[in-house]
């Protein structure tokens, strides 16, 4: 089809030329590998205008790595070759009525690596740099994070915050994953990072502030996770390995085979391991007569999980390409948590004491399909794309939970309270997004796309509680629900960028269509939610030469609840602090405001950047602790309590104070102010937060290299209260070995001075309560990677050769039927 559709666009344009046009031109050339002399298939060959470097046109050479042009007008051109593995090649020509047909001489490529130490030291790539709309930082400079996840690589990056559970935020709001600049498959951003081992992550792309082309949820912004991808002729692989003083083992496989057309790539990931924890809650009661609850636990969690990727692009032809692929995840985590709870009176006398014993299993398989196609034009930087993906979750839980209470002041035991939980849940996901981007004029562009996104949840939670005396377990209707929630979410946007002398501008305008429909059948109720917003988008460029930049960007975003948020099952797996969901939840709406100024220092290879943000959300959604004056049990969920306004300020300096030594420093103050009431309450609490980001690194001989890197928070605001300050610093050694670092050894200390916690204080009317809880973050991990591999565009095309060659040789002479006596 696509031939047939050329041949009609060529007729149609031969027999549309004037009687009088200038006379056919052609210029055709042969690409090859200056040592073998063969030619290199699919080297990519453009022709640029002389006098402004500008494209006129591109192909890919053929399988003898020839190629041609016909039709170009009259003048001088750039003919310029690039091809992954080889160094650049740039030839000029020109073309008059005289040599309107020019035949190139060969051009051969030199192999990128003749000058191996210049190539590395010239193109070091940096490990910060800033965009129009985001903040751009490398991977594979985070040495503390190697043998990790995803996870590990956000605790190193200035203004991401990572708590103990591995929830991750921005700017201390929510955020949505993106995986390769489309939204993740695995569902919730923790699970998203935790699948994704470190060592393939090639860039972290924080977005503060997105454009109008990205959806809207998530009111901290976009945190895109760039995977490293080969696509040189040839093979690469990947293998990595590494254990810690948990226990916890890592390894992990990452490859891809180029052949002409196709390129294969596939990973696999497995990850073994178990975390301990701890937790300490003091609260004060300040109703009737004053009491108090003190309570702690122990837990210990072990988990392990395989994930995997596998897929293909074919590039069909010089403009359209087609990538499939296919991942997986299976996960098992088992937890056993010892609670132990006292209970005093006024005097701080034991009046009873309870030990609780919760143990508990779950799997999940998380399976997903992606289809992305790609379209280029001959006019520079047109594209057409569009992407289907599907994913669907199974997961199967069961808990047992065991309570003895003993009351004062002879120990007299109670019946022991015992239950079941079996919990059982699917979620399948569709996703579909087609962008379209069309050059205007010499420097304007246009941008517009639509998207459909379909999430649906069932869950079923069966809770059974032990008869004390008919000795058998009933259902409890209380604990058990089953749910059923359904979200659809269509958008379409459009973008437009442009120049006006030294200023750049892009503005844009999102429209989402949300439907939330969620029905628990246990409790015959139902949420039913519609949702039209447009969200509006605005950057401005101001180049101020000499390096230096100054942005400006306004945006609108959203922050819709997610499943777990509305579930209204009730959670007492500590039964002093119950959990439950709110089908009542609204989404909350952000307003911000950013400006940022940079300045880039070429010689010395150091920057600067500075700016400030503000940003006004409405509906906050905050988690609210009620407590039960009766019982003493305090119960807790997301309420949309108030309006917040933030106002921050934000500075880096990046440093080379030697050329073995680069610094870098971080630092963000931040006024909150949260004003609002909640079913006759009033929420109304202020705060002036800072933290502080450092990063050294240091190049030793011997290819030894060395990270250190330390933060510190002040308390930060929440509406019942305030979270502690938290601060902790790692350190990392690395050490490249063999020819071109192919082997790398990794030595991780994480949490060196075992400071990161997670403390928090509430204050209401009723009660007052301090919250302690740590994990195991104090750890050494050791970690291998080792990769090999071969770019060469022509080693497949002559192992086949010599097969062939071989084969002959071993075939006898022929010889004829009397010969063979037939």
């Not at 080969?230 to 992990?252: F, H, K, L, S």
Request: hydrophobic share 30%; glycine share 8%.
């Amino acid at each position: 089809m696509m031939k047939y559709f050329v041949c009609t666009l060529l007729m149609c344009s031969l027999f549309s030329f004037p009687l009088h046009a200038q006379q056919p031109t052609k210029i055709s050339g042969k690409v090859v590998d200056a040592i073998s002399k063969q030619g290199v298939e699919f080297a990519s060959v453009v022709v640029l205008r002389a006098i402004d470097s500008s494209l006129v046109n591109g192909v890919y050479t053929d399988a003898k790595g020839l190629f041609s042009y016909s039709n170009l007008p009259f003048g001088k051109y750039i003919v310029r070759v690039t091809f992954m593995g080889y160094e650049k090649l740039e030839k000029g020509f020109e073309l008059t009525a005289q040599h309107a047909v020019t035949v190139l001489p060969t051009l051969q490529l030199h192999t990128a690596g003749t000058n191996l130490k210049a190539v590395e030291i010239k193109t070091e790539k940096p490990a910060f740099s800033m965009q129009i709309d985001r903040q751009v930082f490398d991977a594979g400079s985070i040495i503390t994070a190697e043998g990790g996840t995803g996870t590990d690589v956000l605790k190193g990056i200035p203004s991401v915050d990572v708590d103990i559970d591995n929830n991750v935020t921005l700017r201390g709001k929510s955020i949505s994953v993106y995986i390769d600049g489309k939204p993740s498959p695995f569902g919730d951003p923790k699970t998203a990072l935790e699948m994704i081992p470190a060592e393939t992550i090639d860039r972290i792309e924080v977005i503060s502030n997105p454009s109008s082309k990205f959806e809207a949820q998530g009111g901290g912004g976009i945190i895109n996770i760039v995977l490293k991808k080969d696509r040189a002729m040839g093979y690469n692989v990947m293998m990595t390995g590494g254990i810690d003083t948990r226990g916890q083992m890592n390894a992990g496989f990452n490859g891809n085979l180029r052949l002409r057309k196709l390129n294969f790539f596939g990973s696999l990931n497995g990850r073994y391991g178990d975390q301990i924890g701890s937790g300490l809650s003091k609260r004060k009661n300040m109703f009737g007569d004053t009491t108090y609850f003190n309570q702690s636990n122990e837990n210990k969690n072990i988990s392990r999980g395989q994930n995997g990727k596998f897929g293909f692009d074919y590039y069909a032809d010089n403009y359209n390409t087609i990538s499939i692929s296919t991942g997986f995840s299976n996960n098992y985590n088992s937890n056993v948590d010892s609670i132990y709870l006292n209970y005093l009176n006024n005097l701080h006398e034991q009046t009873k004491y309870s030990r609780r014993k919760n143990a508990s299993e779950s799997n999940g398989r998380n399976f997903n399909t992606s289809i992305n196609y790609k379209r280029t034009f001959e006019r520079a930087n047109e594209e057409l794309t569009a992407h289907v993906t599907y994913a669907t979750y199974n997961s199967h839980s069961n808990s047992n939970y065991n309570t003895r209470t003993f009351v004062q002041p002879n120990d007299v035991q109670q019946k022991p309270n015992v239950r079941q939980n079996f919990g059982r849940g699917h979620n399948y996901n569709w996703d579909f997004q087609t962008d379209y981007t069309r050059p205007i004029g010499t420097k304007g562009k246009l941008e517009a796309g639509v998207k459909a996104n379909v999430r649906e949840n069932e869950n079923d939670y069966i809770a059974l509680n032990f008869n004390n005396t008919t000795q058998v377990f009933d259902t409890s209707i209380t604990l058990s629900n089953s749910y059923q929630y359904k979200e659809k979410v269509f958008a379409g946007y459009f973008n437009y960028a442009n120049t006006l002398g030294r200023v750049g501008y892009q503005v844009g305008l999102r429209a989402e269509q949300a439907t939330l429909d969620g029905y628990s059948f246990t409790k015959d109720t139902s949420v039913n939610n519609r949702f039209t917003n447009f969200f509006p988008s605005l950057y401005l460029k101001y180049d101020l030469r000499n390096n230096q930049n100054l942005v400006f960007n306004y945006a609108t975003r959203t922050d819709r609840p997610n499943f777990d948020q509305l579930l209204p099952y009730l959670n007492d797996s500590d039964p002093q602090n119950l959990r439950t969901g709110n089908p009542a939840l609204q989404p909350a709406f952000t307003h911000k405001l950013e400006g940022n100024y940079t300045v880039y220092y070429p010689k010395s290879n150091n920057f600067f950047t500075t700016g400030v943000y503000y940003s006004r959300t409405e509906d906050v959604i905050e988690r609210v602790s009620i407590i039960d004056t009766k019982s003493g049990i305090t119960t807790t969920s997301p309420q949309n309590v108030a309006t917040n306004q933030n106002l921050g300020y934000t500075a880096s300096y990046k440093m080379r104070l030697f050329k073995w030594w680069t610094h870098t420093t971080t630092i963000s103050a931040e006024y909150a102010n949260m004003q609002g009431r909640n079913d006759s309450t009033n929420y109304a609490n202020e705060n002036l937060g800072a933290s502080i980001n450092i990063n050294s690194n240091f190049r030793l001989p011997k290819k030894f290299s060395i990270q250190l890197t330390g933060q510190y928070r002040t308390p930060r605001l929440m509406a019942q209260g305030t979270f502690r300050a938290n601060n902790g610093m790692d350190l990392g050694i690395r050490k490249d070995m063999l020819k071109n670092n192919r082997l790398v050894l990794s030595l991780n200390i994480s949490d060196i001075f075992f400071t990161r916690n997670y403390r928090s204080y509430y204050e209401t009317p009723t009660f007052t309560q301090e919250y302690d809880r740590r994990r195991s973050t104090r750890t050494i991990r050791l970690n291998v990677r080792y990769r090999f591999g071969k770019i060469d565009p022509n080693l497949f095309r002559r192992k086949k050769q010599t097969q062939v060659e071989e084969k002959e040789e071993e075939q006898p002479p022929r010889t004829t039927g009397r010969e063979q006596g037939l």
